[in-house]
């Protein structure tokens, strides 16, 4: 497979691009983005990501930890107060609600840190500093014989430099 | 309306220049104050070290009023804790974009707020070794700590919004420190690369992120409403008159986040001035969190109101005779302090010319620190040196240890800050870009 980078100066040229080479049949696309942006993201149109259950996983866990950890607590060294029930589930509430945030940020992040960083980190031979910078990138995989095309398209979305990227 | 005059970024590439130009190596100047503040923390750590060798008796703190300026103190940073959440996650659910230019410093001040604020609880134990006690582990006799007990719910509350608070700061600085990676050229380089994960600003990169971003700001708007709740309710859920009220939590969290802005404040404007950041900490900035200012100082105000009334309507005389200690007894300065600083001070920002004057800002900031620190003094000590039998009234006077590890504070939060400055963009490059973008979307900057 051979790569192809264009280099754009504004997320609505990127969107341009992005929606040109989808509709050149080009589909196997990553972009470089110095900014999160919604027009970008609508013409990529990926799914939603996995995070939102890693955060719904979390907090559950949390939750149910919290209220397991003290009313086992308050049964295994009973607090005898006449009248009243070992376990208070309406003060346990307040530690369930911190773990239940605690357990959701902290799953959250690491699916971050795994889904969008880990295993991102390879395959950005294509990548410069500009990209951090006021450039965009789009970067085409296709078979060697539709390079000329994704550079046509490229060429033809604004992009200032197009170029065949080795690796 | 005053007119908008500090110049506006023409090229997304001019606010990378002008932003990471603050991660510059530093001038003489900067070194010195650094040292200055060093040397405070310096002289807290001896204080603390008497503390601990000596033990609490070089505190004031004495039958009745066990809970002086370090409890004071840990309620303050608490509090000066909220504004970076309010501004980052409430702020952003709310699609405030303004919020985009502060919102790094105030989730930085945040973390070492908080951070700060863990610390003085391990101080007011006096033997700090024993601090364990309080986490959720049994000890040696297989005794668990009191999960009813509020003190134990504030360990879970704090723990868990400094661990969020610091989270969230990182996340937020990523791809900031992928573009520091990109742009400096010496050792800091290294730093840079190991800290921004390899970030590339991929489309996949950014679909996590901004899912992650959404998610950490639904979690930890609740987070910080309920922070100081669970601190207020270390005071109301007691009998001690003054504290025993329903108002305590939401009077808490206007004057938590009151305090966090005005903070804000204090810092960024000088911050401002001495890296030339006028374009993008702008007078529109200021203008708007002077309104969250007017808001939070009037819904304070009120609670001060309501807590006179509620004690003359309750017919209750150890009630109301408490409440006439705290305007009319020995503490009356720290009373009539906090009033003029926190509802009085405030007032001349209804006029938008005193909103959008920086320097007008930034005096009143600091009269608004000076009257929460009061706030919380005020609540504390009057109510405990005048609880229910006349023979147990007391008084407090803060010793010279107390003090110094205050000050110290400050100068341990300030020497942080300032050292932040130097190794992480002060504000977020990619929001303000992002805002810059949008103004320059064919479509008129909306989606």
Redesign the interface.
């Known amino acids: 497979m051979a790569q192809v980078l264009g280099v754009l100066k504004?997320?609505?040229e990127l969107a341009s691009a992005i929606l040109d080479l989808k509709g050149a049949g080009f589909k196997d696309?990553?972009?470089?983005?110095?900014?999160?942006?919604?027009?970008?993201?609508a013409a990529?149109d990926?799914p939603?990501?996995?995070?939102?259950l890693l955060?719904l996983i979390g907090?559950l866990t949390g939750v149910s930890f919290a209220y397991f950890?003290?009313i086992w607590?308050?049964y295994?060294?009973p607090?005898v107060i006449g009248g009243k029930p070992f376990a208070?589930i309406v003060?346990?509430t307040?530690?369930g609600?911190?773990?239940n945030?605690?357990l959701?940020?902290?799953l959250?992040?690491l699916?971050?840190?795994f889904?969008?960083?880990f295993?991102?980190?390879k395959g950005?031979e294509a990548?410069q500093?500009g990209?951090?910078?006021?450039s965009f990138g789009c970067l085409v995989a296709c078979h060697g014989d539709q390079v000329g095309r994704a550079q046509e398209v490229l060429r033809r979305a604004g992009s200032q430099e197009v170029r065949v990227v080795e690796g | 309306m005053a007119a908008i005059t500090e110049p506006v970024p023409t090229h997304p590439d001019q606010i990378n220049d002008d932003i990471l130009r603050v991660l510059e190596p530093p001038t003489p100047m900067y070194v010195l104050m650094v040292l200055f503040l060093a040397t405070l923390v310096g002289i807290g750590l001896v204080a603390f070290l008497y503390q601990t060798y000596w033990g609490l008796g070089v505190t004031g703190l004495t039958h009745p009023v066990m809970w002086g300026v370090y409890i004071t103190t840990f309620v303050f940073w608490v509090g000066i804790a909220h504004a970076g959440t309010l501004i980052s996650a409430i702020l952003f659910l709310f699609r405030a974009r303004w919020r985009n230019a502060v919102n790094r410093g105030a989730e930085a001040m945040t973390v070492f707020a908080v951070l700060i604020a863990a610390m003085f609880p391990l101080i007011h134990i006096g033997r700090v070794y024993k601090f364990y006690f309080m986490v959720p582990y049994p000890n040696q006799r297989g005794v668990w700590p009191n999960f009813k007990s509020p003190l134990v719910w504030d360990l879970f509350a704090i723990n868990t919004y400094m661990i969020s608070s610091i989270l969230f700061f990182y996340v937020g600085l990523i791809p900031d420190l992928a573009a520091a990676r990109d742009r400096v050229r010496d050792w800091r380089r290294y730093l840079y690369r190991a800290l921004s994960l390899g970030w590339r600003g991929s489309s996949e990169q950014w679909r996590h992120w901004t899912r992650t971003v959404l998610h950490l700001s639904g979690l930890c708007t609740p987070l910080v409403l309920s922070v100081h709740s669970v601190v207020s309710w270390d005071f109301a859920t007691s009998m001690v008159p003054g504290w025993h009220t329903t108002i305590f939590a939401p009077y808490f969290v206007a004057g938590a986040i009151f305090s966090g802005i005005a903070m804000v404040i204090t810092v960024l404007v000088p911050v401002r001035r001495a890296f030339h950041l006028e374009g993008y900490l702008r007078r529109e900035h200021f203008d708007n969190m002077g309104k969250l200012i007017l808001l939070t100082s009037s819904v304070v105000g009120y609670a001060y109101g309501m807590e006179y009334f509620m004690a003359w309507y309750s017919a209750n005389p150890y009630e109301q005779m408490s409440f006439w200690w705290r305007g009319f007894g020995y503490h009356w300065t720290s009373t009539w302090i906090m009033i003029s600083c926190n509802v009085i001070s405030p007032l001349p920002l209804w006029i938008k010319w005193c909103r959008t004057n920086v320097a007008w800002m930034w005096v009143t900031s600091i009269f608004i620190n000076i009257g929460m620190w009061f706030e919380r003094y005020v609540i504390i000590m009057t109510g405990l040196s005048h609880e229910y039998d006349p023979a147990a009234w007391g008084y407090y006077v803060p010793s010279l240890t107390e003090l110094t590890i205050l000050v110290a504070s400050f100068g341990l939060f300030l020497t942080m800050f300032t050292i932040f400055l130097r190794l992480a963009p002060v504000i977020a490059i990619q929001e303000v870009k992002e805002l810059w973008y949008e103004a320059q979307a064919p479509h008129g900057g909306h989606h």
Do not use: K
């Not at chain 1, 696309?29 to 993201?41: D, F, G, K, Q, T």
């Not at chain 1, 939603?48 to 939102?52: E, L």
């Not at chain 1, 990209?131 to 006021?134: T, V, W």
């Open positions: 504004s997320p609505h696309l990553e972009v470089y983005s110095p900014v999160a942006n919604h027009e970008i993201e990529l990926r939603p990501s996995i995070i939102r955060t907090c950890m003290q607590v308050a295994d060294w607090l208070s003060s346990d307040i530690i609600f911190e773990l945030i605690l959701g940020v902290t959250t992040v699916g971050l840190l889904f969008g960083l295993l991102t980190r950005h990548y500093p990209f951090s910078g006021d």
